[in-house]
């Protein structure tokens, strides 16, 4: 391993620290914003009606009255140590929440990615390159699924395929029930990165080396798979961390609407119930992976065309 590798390694580790502490730190400073007491949402809330010695035995606790900068320090500390804390509302680890709640949200977001990218790379081999409609239809499909906004896709398919046909659970923590939550999130993104996929697959099929393969007798259909499709795939690989960050956000809207459990039922209830730690914890681990998402793209970029690590080496 060259020097020039070492540093990159070294460089993008702080960088994805300094992402993490960033996104904790905008996020501890924006719920302090919020209006209300958070001893009373601990307590649950003004209907609840503790007394003032209550109240007041919960801020000495929690530190709530110490000064903002105090209350930063401590949390970095905690941070530093890998303690989230304690939930507020659920009187457990923050760290044991998430660890419990997003599994299956992981589960939904590479169900859903495989999902995108196994219809880019369909559009992509049957419509790009192609003259007259085909090429005109394939293109238009990928412009509608893009647009496709997750909450009203969601619903769609679940009046259709739960209600209408009854082909499948309106909601089920089998394998049944992961496939409309996927559906509804990886087609958008799957019409995003055939478009990607789309512009750089006609870019390469206009390359030397599609007609030297095909003057060597290769057929057409193993020159657009085998060689065109590698080269196209690239920027999509490389958006693909940015996608699966996109894809968790979107499971925020989806699990509400299948009501499935996950990170974003969590962070929907947290909010709502004012649970700083929570809130926390839960956006420092999604930003957490997709920071890994983002370094897993990388690699998988550097797979595909080994060429890479001679760029790489080169630029840095």
């Known amino acids: 391993m060259n020097v020039v590798l070492i540093r990159r390694i070294l460089t993008t580790i702080a960088s994805a620290a300094l992402l993490l502490w960033a996104v904790a730190t905008i996020v501890f400073f924006l719920q302090h914003l919020v209006p209300g ?189 085998r060689q065109v499709l590698r080269h196209a795939a690239l920027p999509g690989i490389a958006l693909s961390g940015w996608g699966l960050g996109s894809l968790i956000s979107g499971a925020v809207v989806v699990e509400v609407i299948f009501s499935r459990q996950g990170i974003g039922q969590v962070l929907v209830a947290a909010v709502n119930a004012q649970d700083l730690p929570l809130v926390i914890g839960v956006t420092f681990v999604v930003a957490l992976v997709y920071v890994i998402a983002n370094i897993l793209s990388d690699a998988a970029s550097v797979l595909v065309d080994p060429r890479l690590r001679h760029t790489i080496g080169a630029t840095s």
């Open 37 to 225: 007491d958070p001893a009373m949402a601990i307590l649950g809330g003004a209907s609840a009606n503790p007394p003032e010695e209550t109240l007041q035995a919960i801020r000495d606790q929690y530190g709530f009255e110490d000064p903002l900068l105090v209350q930063y320090g401590a949390f970095l500390t905690g941070l530093v140590q890998l303690d989230l804390g304690e939930s507020y509302t659920m009187k457990q680890p923050v760290t044991a929440i998430v660890s419990e709640q997003i599994l299956p949200t992981l589960q939904l977001t590479g169900a859903a990615l495989a999902i995108a990218w196994a219809l880019a790379i369909t559009l992509t081999l049957l419509t790009a390159g192609r003259r007259g409609w085909l090429g005109r239809l394939g293109a238009g499909i990928e412009v509608v699924f893009a647009a496709l906004p997750h909450f009203w896709l969601g619903v769609v398919l679940l009046v259709v395929f739960a209600v209408v046909l009854q082909w499948l659970p309106v909601v089920d923590d089998g394998p049944l029930g992961l496939v409309l939550p996927a559906l509804t999130l990886g087609i958008p993104l799957g019409g995003f990165l055939a478009q990607v996929t789309r512009d750089e697959f006609d870019v390469a099929l206009r390359q030397p080396f599609v007609l030297s393969a095909l003057s060597r007798g290769a057929r057409t259909a193993d020159v657009r798979f």
